[in-house]
């Protein structure tokens, strides 16, 4: 718990840092601002849902927890102990994830952060704190499932229903994908709720390593998306509204393709990544008899499926404005895009790559399998 609770704060602190990077900025300092005092806060839950869990077990090591809930699960008071800290632990692992209720930070951060920053904040700390999440729920308190899951359910129907609807009536890209990774992160719980059920383990290593495999897609997916919005922009001008999206295939039909599959695999549309790993997801819960649930989130897939596909219009179908300023936006998007070769060459390896793990999904998944086994 030590351990995980000082790696955790590294990684925050230098992700508060990285917001205000931008010092000039009011949207970047306010965003670095509401970061640290609600990752503050999200840290004091943590802890002290922590902190109650070894007052019940004696122990730091997440084996040992594992073993010593084990042998309070018929000692009532003690139980009520621990799920008491079993709720603040969820609450912090939730702020780190996005989730809802604890989900409003990400949007401002996203939008106030530079792009490249927010490329990395919407990336790797999602996998850490699924890393994070695996071994402090399914490692150390998995006898504990019944409570956590409840929690885990409530969340990740909240995440789909606000993330996707509200993504709908955004019009600055950033934000836009802010709300697309709130509802992401609930499809994600699908597969950590889905392990055990009733006692029964026999599906849990699918549907964590569903889980597992969901967030790597989600990850490639996002650094798609955000670094096609940083290829996009130029010095002076930033690429994060959606007309500034208009006629993309005019100017490069090359980078409107590999935007579209970007768009197609964070919709869930066959055969992409983001097809398949929707797909291992929504198997998980029904093989765990959660189908209400299953069909609750392909609802607001369908829904979330909306904002993505009107990027694609804009960029096929729309042209772009005769303003001064369409036309000040459309002379540095060309100048873009015929700089950065290097970053072109990337965002078209990850576009690639999505469509090739969305046809052949079993190395990648098999990868996860063999991960979670291990744990």
């Known amino acids: 718990f030590l351990t995980l609770y000082l790696g955790l704060e590294l990684l925050s602190?230098?992700?508060?840092?990285?917001?205000?990077?931008?010092?000039?900025?009011?949207?970047?300092t306010e965003a670095a601002m509401k970061f640290f005092v609600l990752g503050a806060l999200a840290s004091g839950l943590l802890l002290y849902g922590m902190s109650m869990i070894y007052g019940a077990t004696g122990t730091l090591t997440i084996t040992e927890v594992a073993q010593a809930v084990s042998k309070l699960s018929g000692n009532t008071s003690d139980r009520v102990f621990l799920t008491f800290g079993l709720v603040f632990v969820v609450s912090g692992l939730a702020f780190k994830l996005g989730v809802v209720p604890f989900h409003m930070w990400i949007p401002d951060v996203y939008h106030g952060a530079p792009t490249?920053?927010?490329l990395v904040i919407g990336t790797a700390p999602k996998l850490a704190a699924f890393a994070m999440a695996m071994r402090m729920l399914v490692n150390g308190l998995l006898d504990l499932a019944v409570d956590?899951?409840?929690?885990?359910?409530?969340?990740?129907?909240l995440s789909m229903a606000i993330g996707n609807v509200t993504a709908i009536a955004q019009t600055n890209l950033k934000r836009m994908l802010a709300y697309s990774t709130i509802a992401h992160m609930g499809?994600?719980?699908?597969?950590?709720?889905?392990?055990?059920?009733g006692g029964n383990w026999f599906n849990a290593a699918d549907?964590?390593?569903?889980?597992?495999?969901?967030?790597?897609?989600?990850?490639?997916?996002?650094?798609?998306?955000?670094?096609?919005?940083?290829?996009?922009?130029?010095?002076?001008?930033?690429?994060?509204?959606?007309?500034?999206?208009?006629?993309?295939?005019?100017?490069?039909?090359?980078?409107?393709?590999i935007m579209l599959v970007l768009m197609f695999s964070l919709a869930g549309v066959p055969p992409t990544a983001g097809f398949y790993?929707?797909?291992?997801v929504l198997s998980a819960a029904v093989n765990a008899g959660q189908i209400w649930l299953a069909v609750v989130a392909v609802l607001f897939s369908l829904i979330g499926a909306f904002y993505y596909l009107r990027i694609v219009k804009?960029?096929?179908?729309?042209e772009t404005g005769a303003s001064a300023e369409d036309t000040q936006r459309s002379a540095g998007m060309d100048a873009a895009l015929a700089?950065?070769?290097?970053?072109?060459?990337?965002?078209?390896?990850?576009?690639?790559?999505?469509?090739?793990?969305?046809?052949?999904p079993q190395p990648l998944l098999g990868l996860c399998y063999i991960a979670i086994k291990s744990l």
């Open 148 to 157: 956590w899951q409840q929690m885990l359910v409530i969340l990740a129907v």
């Open 207 to 257: 549907a964590y390593s569903a889980a597992m495999f969901y967030v790597i897609v989600y990850v490639l997916m996002s650094l798609g998306a955000f670094g096609m919005l940083l290829y996009l922009s130029s010095k002076g001008v930033e690429c994060e509204n959606l007309d500034d999206l208009k006629g993309l295939n005019l100017r490069s039909p090359w980078t409107a393709f």
């Open 314 to 318: 804009l960029m096929y179908f729309d």
């Open 187 to 197: 499809f994600m719980l699908l597969g950590l709720l889905s392990g055990v059920v």
């Open 13 to 28: 602190l230098c992700l508060y840092a990285m917001v205000a990077l931008n010092r000039d900025s009011a949207a970047s």
């Open 116 to 118: 490249a920053v927010t």
């Open 339 to 360: 700089a950065n070769g290097e970053m072109r060459a990337l965002l078209s390896i990850n576009g690639l790559a999505l469509l090739a793990i969305g046809i052949l």
């Open 277 to 280: 790993a929707k797909f291992a």
